[in-house]
Nanobody
């Protein structure tokens, strides 16, 4: 089973930037869409950004223009560049691969914490 490991989180002031990485233990079928999700305390996990195998992207409205998702297929790695961070972006961030019919590819990892101070 493919394992996904997130990294790159940290504490940053509002307006700052972070770059998250998601490394997969193996290649991921093009049938799956890679996504970055986040979960704040007391809230449900939400999809923040997604990228297909061909590079098409989709974003949560609140992060459009500030976050950019990208992937390096050769390295089996997906990135999330986060700029102009806001306190409401504070959450644990996770990555996973999802297929509309097959569901999620991997078990949820530990995630990486992003904390934005005002």
């Amino acid at each position: 089973q493919v394992q996904l490991v997130e990294s790159g989180g940290g504490l940053v002031q509002a307006g700052g930037s972070l770059r998250l990485s998601c490394a997969a233990s193996g290649s991921i079928s093009s049938m799956y869409v890679m996504g970055w999700y986040r979960q704040a305390p007391g809230k449900q996990r939400e999809l923040v950004a997604a990228i297909t195998s061909t590079g098409s992207t989709n974003y949560l409205d609140s992060v459009k223009g500030r976050f950019t998702v990208s992937r390096d297929n050769a390295k089996n790695t997906v990135y999330l560049q986060m700029n102009n961070l806001k306190p409401e972006d504070t959450a644990a961030y996770y990555c996973n691969a999802r297929n509309a019919h097959l569901g999620f590819l991997a078990d949820w990892g530990q995630g990486t914490q992003v904390t934005v101070s005002s």
